[in-house]
């Protein structure tokens, strides 16, 4: 157990007013809104945005990415700070394609919880299960919204049956919706029976208009409907937090997001119920406790979020220690020291330079050129400490790449080096080809279009693609590579970190050679740390 002393005690009031957490949802579910909303709510910003906005209506802070605006989706992850009452809340928006998987998984590992996002319409959809699952084998609790309640959509029992049947997560609600979907009359709060009745602000760009109602004044106005709400809800659990931090229950709230309708009840569920950063696992099998000296892992590298300079930003979670703007720390991988003096806090798009920073914190070290997805810093004057690597996915599109002017050759080799330190796409060398022609792959198509789109417009660069018919990867060993070369219809590669991968058309072709060379495994790819 830590021992407190005077200069760990403030490290563990800091880490206990912290909350981490993304957003996770199919796409359209209205997880960028949401996003807005409760920044709104929080006072971070004076009008909310819309995804796809119109009239003056704003875009959504989190989507800063020009091709983010044009396309009306999320691409990159976001991350939001703001404060809440007493509680600074980091806030990560994820992108919701399943092209952009690999983003979200690893923005996953650097929350502490998580809120699940549903359309009423629509409940869980396929990528909102993926996500789910990943939160579930990660230890993530999920709080669930159902959005979009001021729409036609399904019944709310029937919903939470949907949840309890398909993941074997059991609600318990903290509101509940007075009137069918499309037909929004107000929220019960299942704890105190008040009924709040909402009044949208035109254009749904500031926070609704709330009336509060007794439960006596609430069944007088509402009759039948206040009646059946009450009665159901009351067939459901009330929350638990213990079983909910189990991640054997799910506190659930109803609302509409793009009318900023039920998102402070949301906020407040973040505030009361989600953790505060804890101990976090090393590759040992050890914790580093909050209150050990500063440590840190990289989740994400993005680039072009300053249009007016090229640099490119490491986002460190903090998970022990206070971060100082300045100090030194150890790079792990390289045992090199690293200098911290560009720290930056990051609102969407917007930065401003952050002087310190807690466990459960997100700061932007800039021009972090020697720093990697995945990549472990700490201080020296504390214990060394490693933590997991970032999970690796197996791509199922490839793409041959070349620069289409052949004196921007150095501009392309520059930027198809950053796409994969920031994992936007995996970057495959093959002999046969060289550095000038590398093989991109991917999860999804869209992101050769991000890789395309970014080379053209980042790094003065466009590029030519030429896609491949293959679809699968494998791993081989070093010593099997002359005989998988000469097989028909193989390529054989490598990876950024020298992994040899074989590269085959499908699974039928994985398994003629395998009939072919007994001999010869190839080993699947399979998603570490997920």
């Keep these: 157990m830590t ?62 990415l020009e091709m983010e605006q044009k396309r009306g989706i999320s691409i990159t992850s976001a991350a939001l700070q703001f404060a809440y009452g007493d509680v600074v809340i980091n806030l990560l928006d994820t992108p919701g394609h399943a092209d952009f998987s690999e983003d979200t998984y690893r923005v996953l590992t650097a929350v502490d919880a998580a809120v699940m996002l549903l359309d009423s319409a629509k409940g869980l959809e396929p990528q909102t299960l993926k996500l789910f699952e990943v939160c579930r084998r990660r230890g993530v609790p999920v709080i669930t919204f159902v959005n979009k309640w001021d729409r036609p959509g399904r019944e709310a029992l029937e919903l939470c049956d949907e949840l309890e049947e398909r993941i074997n997560l059991r609600p318990t609600p903290l509101t509940w919706p007075i009137g069918e979907a499309g037909r929004f009359l107000g929220l019960v709060d299942r704890a105190s029976g ?12 500031s926070i609704a208009e709330e009336s509060v109602l007794t439960p006596q004044a609430a069944a007088e106005a509402l009759g039948d409907d206040h009646t059946e709400a009450v009665e159901s809800v009351q067939l459901l659990e009330p929350v638990d937090r213990e079983s909910f931090l189990a991640g054997t229950t799910t506190p659930m709230l109803f609302g509409a997001a793009l009318a900023n309708i039920g998102v402070r009840q949301l906020l407040d569920a973040v505030v009361d119920l989600a953790p505060a950063p804890g101990a976090r696992p090393d590759v040992n099998d050890g914790e580093r406790a909050v209150t050990q000296p500063f440590s840190g892992f990289v989740f994400k590298m993005q680039a072009g979020m300053d249009p007016n300079h090229r640099d490119h930003v490491a986002f460190i979670r903090v998970c022990s220690g206070r971060f100082e703007r300045g100090m030194v720390v150890t790079h792990e991988r390289t045992g090199r020291p690293f200098a911290t003096k560009y720290a930056l806090s990051v609102f969407g798009r917007e930065r401003s330079t952050v002087e310190d920073a807690y466990p459960g914190d997100v700061v932007g070290l800039v021009n972090a050129s020697t720093l990697a997805v995945g990549d472990t810093v700490f201080d020296s004057a504390g214990p060394k400490v490693r933590f997991p690597p970032m999970p690796v996915f197996a791509p199922e599109h490839f793409a ?50 991000v890789a395309t789109f970014r080379m053209e417009h980042e790094f003065s660069a466009p590029i030519r693609m030429e896609t491949l018919g293959l679809s699968l990867a494998r791993e081989a060993a070093p010593e099997h590579i002359e005989i998988i070369a000469g097989y028909p219809g193989v390529e054989v590669v490598r990876r950024g970190d020298g992994t040899p991968l074989v590269l085959l058309r499908d699974v039928w072709h994985a398994r003629a050679f395998e009939r072919a060379h007994p001999d010869v495994p190839l080993i699947p790819l399979v998603a570490s740390g997920v």
Excluded: M
Aim: aromatic fraction near 4%; charged fraction near 25%; charge should be positive.
């Design 400 to 449: 041959a790449a070349r620069v289409a002017d052949p004196g921007r050759s150095k501009q392309f080799r520059k930027g198809i080096s950053q796409l994969e330190q920031e994992g936007v796409v995996q970057v495959l060398v093959s002999e046969a080809r060289g550095d000038g022609n590398p093989i991109l792959a991917a999860v999804g198509p869209l992101q050769f279009e």
């Design 194 to 205: 008040e009924v709040r009745t909402y009044r949208r602000a035109p254009g749904g760009a």
């Design 3 to 64: 021992v407190l002393t005077s200069e760990t005690r403030p490290v563990q009031v800091e880490a206990a007013r912290r909350r981490s957490i993304a957003v996770i949802s199919h796409p359209d579910a209205g997880k960028s809104t949401l996003t807005e909303a409760l920044a709104l709510h929080a006072h971070a910003i004076e009008e909310a945005g819309a995804v796809h906005g119109k009239g003056n209506r704003a875009g959504v802070v989190s989507d800063w």
